[in-house]
């Protein structure tokens, strides 16, 4: 078993910054890819960042320049780092992980409100 906690999450003024953090414990070693995903009510999850056991990283195009996502493995820590916050990355953002035999694991989320 993999488990999530998220932080971070907060109200900020649309240009400003916040810095998502994920602890990850239990299998650590299983995990092949860690990401984040937003959810706004109504709409489906979307993929936000991920970064892969080789350190590679991918991002949905309506944030790429502007967030980056990182780890420390030293504190099994996953980090999401927003700048340039807009309006419309207002959501409830979660951490998750994907181990090598295909199980997902998810945070309980935390909200992002970007203010215009």
């Known amino acids: 078993q993999v488990q999530l906690v998220e932080s971070g999450g907060g109200l900020v003024q649309a240009g400003g910054s916040l810095r998502l953090s994920c602890v990850v414990s239990?299998?650590?070693?299983?995990?092949?890819?860690m990401g984040w995903c937003r959810q706004v009510p109504g709409k489906q999850r979307e993929v936000v960042a991920i970064?892969?056991?080789?350190?590679?990283?991918n991002y949905t195009d309506s944030v790429k320049g502007r967030f980056t996502i990182s780890r420390d493995n030293a504190k099994n820590t996953v980090y999401l780092q927003m700048n340039s916050l807009k309006p419309e990355d207002t959501a409830v953002y979660y951490c998750a992980g994907l181990d090598v035999d295909g199980h997902d694991y998810w945070g309980q989320g935390t909200q992002v409100t970007v203010s215009s």
């Open positions: 970064i892969k056991r080789g350190g590679s990283t």
């Open positions: 239990g299998r650590t070693f299983s995990i092949n890819a």
